[in-house]
């Protein structure tokens, strides 16, 4: 799908690229989104540059993702993207400048994506310089967004961990933690690969030439860089969380297994005794003994009561 933004018009239009397509004077962003074979050919055939395939987006190598060739400025960076179901997904997109017009090439819906067309009316986007760096403003927001989601969902956990849950709770608010670390993972990866693309385009003509937009990128690059301390941040919390979580975890299985150690060592010597005066001996003399029975039973209470006032005098029990 092919979909076209137009200096001074609001939201994306979508366009069918056929044979001797041209893209109209006033365009600023051409948007591929799962492209078939023959629009990339029709694209390329119409601005005279090679777009890189999906798996070459997809290539980790930085000459792969970061380069120039044919006057144009290739950058790949890995967003993240909403899976079928629950969680997020690593999803590369190609951004290119090319004879006055970025061209993006991605195979996933990205919100960041829509925001930007949403508002690029009312932010006056003129160029396509000014296009890329306000798309990229969009992306670093969804970001710090998910950020912030991940950052509550972990004090969630933090105060449930630390209120000691009962029943088995602690399952449930590990698999919290790992999803929150992945997240966590994931955006910094992207925050990492955001700022590879915003060192290597300065070196796009379009940047180099416009003070505007070297400002606008210094301003990306902190942005960027404070969001990704703070994902670190959040990676140490969650670490810490899950190092206490397995702690307590051990406190209360170590809590078992005493009140069983204790329980057994009580019930011990009563069962010594009646194991003992439990045999069926023909010469045992304290079968014809008047008082045999309850001096069984008092043995069996004695012999359980003094290893408790043992238990408790050290603080066992």
Aim: glycine share 6%.
């Amino acid at each position: 799908m092919l979909k076209l933004l137009r200096r001074g018009t609001p939201g994306l239009e979508t366009l069918t690229a056929a044979d001797g397509w041209r893209p109209p004077q006033d365009a600023l962003w051409l948007d591929l989104l799962s492209p078939t074979r023959e629009e990339e050919l029709a694209v390329e055939a119409a601005l005279g540059v090679e777009l890189p395939t999906r798996e070459e987006m997809a290539e980790i190598e930085l000459s792969s993702r970061l380069y120039q060739a044919h006057g144009a400025t290739f950058m790949t960076a890995t967003l993240l993207a909403r899976r079928d179901g629950e969680g997020r997904t690593d999803a590369p997109v190609t951004f290119v400048l090319a004879k006055g017009l970025l061209i993006t090439i991605r195979y996933a819906e990205l919100r960041a994506f829509d925001l930007f067309a949403e508002r690029a009316h009312s932010l006056g986007v003129a160029s396509s310089s000014s296009c890329l760096f306000n798309l990229l403003d969009a992306v670093v927001e969804r970001l710090a967004d998910l950020l912030e989601h991940t950052g509550e969902s972990v004090e969630t956990v933090s105060a449930a961990i630390f209120a000691r849950p009962k029943g088995g709770q602690f399952e449930a608010l590990l698999t919290d933690l790992a999803r929150a670390q992945s997240l966590t993972s994931m955006t910094r990866n992207s925050l990492v690969s955001l700022a590879r693309l915003f060192s290597f385009a300065s070196l796009a003509p379009e940047i180099a030439a416009d003070p505007e937009c070297q400002a606008h990128l210094k301003t990306l690059q902190r942005d960027g860089q404070s969001l990704t301390e703070h994902a670190g941040s959040h990676t140490s919390q969650i670490t810490f969380l899950l190092d206490a979580a397995l702690g307590l975890i051990n406190i209360e299985q170590n809590g078992i297994i005493k009140f069983f150690s204790v329980a057994a060592v009580i019930l011990m010597p009563p069962t010594l005794v009646a194991s003992v005066y439990g045999m069926n001996f023909k010469n045992m003399p304290e079968l014809e003994f008047h008082y045999g029975y309850p001096m069984a039973l008092s043995m069996m209470a004695i012999s359980a009561i003094v290893p408790i006032l043992w238990f408790k005098r050290r603080g066992w029990f």
